[in-house]
């Protein structure tokens, strides 16, 4: 995600500084026309905007925190969050960055959205804040959403994404059910994409040929945030209801 992202803002005229871990990536920033960093530290000392897009809701916090990321970026600034966090993470971030406005930009799509500028961004935060960064998000974003505070970024995207499980699991019962029918799985995802049952989710796992090639690709990424909502909803003394039985049927799509 982060590749494409520095070539978008490095075409639009920015000057980026990014993080490189290791002397190759750190060639490749360099290739792109950034400047490459060390750490996190070192690439937001400087910065007006520090633009965050790692995987895990642990990393966030490691990075900010641990890392020295707040502490190193000057007040005035501005820090993007791309990762798909717990809305706790933000608002503890949002509790330390003394003078730094912090915005959640949860992003929904990959690498060739923001290649071609179509990510789609849910971004929380003060209306100030979101106008000074809309600039730079519209590189790669469109739409960006300005869906509520600091934080409703979050909770839209863990939405949005316990949503599509449900959805890859709904697929998945389907094609369960067509094999008891004798109804081959290419023959079902090719007939069912033209018809009213078709949809995003549907065209996605069509593209990969089966449902059990969509989740070796993309089951990581989603158990992530459902793994973060579900763990929501138990904070707020619940459960996803109906689709967390749905989402349930993606593990047994795996061990098929």
Same mark, same amino acid.
Request: aromatic share 2%; net charge negative.
């Given at each position: 995600?982060? !590749?494409?992202?520095?070539?978008?803002?490095?075409?639009?005229?920015?000057?980026?500084?990014?993080? !490189?871990?290791?002397?190759?990536?750190?060639?490749?920033?360099?290739?792109?026309?950034?400047?490459?960093?060390?750490?996190?530290?070192?690439?937001?000392?400087?910065?007006?905007?520090?633009?965050?897009?790692?995987?895990?809701?642990?990393?966030?916090?490691?990075?900010?925190?641990?890392?020295?990321?707040?502490?190193?970026?000057?007040?005035?600034?501005?820090?993007?969050?791309?990762?798909?966090?717990?809305?706790?993470?933000?608002?503890? %971030?949002?509790?330390?960055?003394?003078?730094?406005?912090?915005?959640?930009?949860?992003?929904?799509? !990959?690498?060739?959205?923001?290649?071609?500028?179509?990510?789609?961004?849910?971004?929380?935060?003060?209306?100030?804040?979101?106008?000074?960064?809309?600039?730079?998000?519209?590189?790669?974003?469109?739409?960006? %959403?300005?869906?509520?505070?600091?934080?409703?970024?979050?909770?839209?995207?863990?939405?949005?994404?316990?949503?599509?499980? !449900?959805?890859?699991?709904?697929?998945?019962?389907?094609?369960?059910?067509?094999?008891?029918?004798?109804?081959?799985?290419?023959?079902?995802?090719?007939? %069912?994409?033209?018809?009213?049952?078709?949809?995003?989710?549907?065209?996605?796992?069509?593209?990969?040929?089966?449902?059990?090639?969509?989740?070796?690709?993309?089951?990581?990424?989603?158990?992530?945030?459902?793994?973060?909502?579900?763990?929501?909803?138990?904070?707020?003394?619940?459960?996803?209801?109906?689709?967390?039985?749905?989402?349930?049927?993606?593990?047994?799509?795996?061990?098929?």
């Amino acid at each position: 995600m982060g !590749g494409p992202m520095v070539a978008r803002l490095v075409a639009a005229g920015h000057d980026v500084r990014a993080v !490189g871990r290791t002397a190759e990536k750190r060639s490749e920033l360099e290739r792109l026309g950034a400047r490459a960093a060390r750490d996190a530290a070192e690439a937001g000392a400087q910065a007006d905007i520090v633009v965050l897009c790692v995987f895990t809701d642990p990393q966030v916090r490691e990075v900010c925190m641990d890392g020295g990321l707040l502490s190193a970026m000057p007040p005035g600034s501005a820090l993007v969050v791309h990762t798909t966090a717990s809305p706790k993470t933000i608002d503890a %971030l949002a509790a330390r960055a003394d003078g730094i406005d912090v915005v959640d930009a949860a992003v929904s799509g !990959g690498p060739h959205d923001i290649a071609a500028g179509r990510l789609t961004l849910f971004v929380g935060g003060a209306d100030d804040a979101v106008q000074r960064v809309r600039p730079l998000l519209s590189c790669y974003g469109d739409p960006v %959403l300005h869906v509520g505070p600091t934080g409703a970024g979050q909770k839209v995207k863990l939405v949005n994404n316990a949503l599509f499980a !449900g959805q890859v699991g709904l697929l998945a019962e389907s094609i369960r059910l067509g094999a008891r029918l004798g109804v081959p799985e290419p023959t079902l995802l090719s007939a %069912l994409a033209q018809g009213s049952a078709s949809g995003r989710v549907m065209n996605l796992v069509a593209a990969r040929g089966s449902v059990a090639s969509f989740i070796e690709v993309a089951g990581e990424f989603v158990a992530k945030d459902v793994a973060v909502v579900r763990g929501m909803a138990e904070e707020l003394g619940g459960d996803l209801g109906a689709l967390d039985d749905v989402i349930d049927a993606i593990g047994a799509a795996e061990r098929a």
